[in-house]
């Protein structure tokens, strides 16, 4: 079993559509998370770090609930530099070992 | 600073060649590590390291090597390249303790593996 789980999409929205993914994790014991951007052929970097309470950063709301072990990640007025893939990223508790979901595509069209 | 690091960019081997991937960063970032990144497989863990002269396994270790003689350079080494290891492959640092943990990425090393 995958430790993070994403749908890979590819969502395909209209520019300033609001777009929501989710990612599943299956250790309890994951402690930090986070929300990566990667463009075509390019390095990942961070979006946001995810917080229990939820955080938000501009037109990006990122959300935790533990109890049913996913993250979501929701995009407000979507821009076409949004068009990306997007990492949901957990880190265990010794935060040495981070595990990485194979991403959901996003295209943002005119 | 120029950040993560890599070289080279492109490489294709011959199965069996051997051949080492470097990796540098300048920020004395403690904690250095290698994925590879597959189509549908996202990044997945190799090797990583939480300081000079320490290193551990992650998910995939098995026909890679890996050492730490310094702070700033984390090389990783194919030692009988095989078809399977074509891949993507990604240097990361970060700094542990920090308050988002982010990890800083190199700009990749596309290998191919005949």
């Known amino acids: 079993r995958k430790e993070v789980e994403q749908d890979p999409g590819p969502f395909n929205v209209p520019e300033g559509a609001t777009v929501a993914f989710n990612c599943t994790y299956s250790n309890s014991a994951s402690q930090s998370f986070f929300w990566y951007r990667q463009d075509c052929r390019k390095e990942p970097k961070l979006l946001m770090s995810?917080?229990?309470s939820g955080n938000e950063d501009g037109r990006f709301t990122a959300q935790l609930n533990r109890a049913s072990q996913y993250i979501s990640l929701l995009i407000r007025d979507s821009k076409l530099s949004d068009s990306a893939t997007y990492l949901c990223v957990v880190n265990l508790y010794n935060f040495n070992k981070f595990y990485f979901g194979s991403g959901t595509k996003l295209n943002v069209k005119p | 600073n120029a950040g993560v690091t890599q070289t080279p960019k492109f490489q294709v081997l011959k199965t069996g060649q051997s051949m080492t991937l470097q990796c540098a960063q300048d920020m004395n970032h403690e904690y250095m590590s290698w994925y590879r990144q597959d189509p549908g497989m996202g990044l997945r863990l190799i090797h990583y390291s939480v300081g000079a002269g320490i290193t551990d396994q992650g998910e995939v270790p098995n026909g890679y090597n890996v050492s730490r003689s310094t702070t700033e350079d984390f090389p990783l080494r194919l030692l009988s390249a095989a078809p399977s290891q074509t891949s993507v492959y990604f240097c990361?640092?970060?700094?542990?303790?920090?308050?988002?943990?982010?990890?800083?990425f190199g700009p990749g090393t596309r290998l191919t593996v005949t």
């Open positions: 990361a640092s970060s700094f542990p303790g920090t308050d988002t943990y982010e990890q800083y």
């Open positions: 995810v917080y229990s």
